[in-house]
């Protein structure tokens, strides 16, 4: 199984994020945050067309989600400033 660095690398590979927009690194096509519920549009003849990966902002997520439950213990300051959010792993 690959590691989540190799799982996260393998995701930067095809896309970028850019402001609020996520950008296929082949066409340069790109899809707003917004947009995140369809189904990514690249340009014509575009080799990433072919991935599994129809939506990125999706993919995005999950893999978000496996880095944060391998971490150990995540500190975070809660929006007031006070306190810590401590989250076990999964
Ligand atoms: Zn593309």
């Known amino acids: 199984m690959d590691s ?3 799982v996260v690398s ?5 896309w970028v994020l850019v402001g609020h927009t ?3 690194g082949a066409c340069m ?3 707003a945050a917004s947009d995140a519920n369809l189904p990514f549009a690249h340009a014509h003849g575009c080799r990433e067309g072919q991935s ?4 990125p902002w999706y993919e995005l997520d999950r893999i978000s989600h496996l880095v944060v439950s391998r971490s ?3 500190h975070l300051p ?3 400033g006070k306190g ?3 989250r076990s792993p999964v």
């Open 22 to 24: 996520i950008v296929c």
């Open 10 to 14: 393998g995701w930067s590979r095809s």
């Open 29 to 31: 096509a790109s899809q």
């Open 72 to 74: 150990n213990v995540l």
């Open 4 to 6: 989540i660095n190799q």
């Open 52 to 55: 599994d990966i129809k939506y």
């Open 78 to 80: 809660s929006r007031h």
């Open 84 to 86: 810590k959010l401590g």
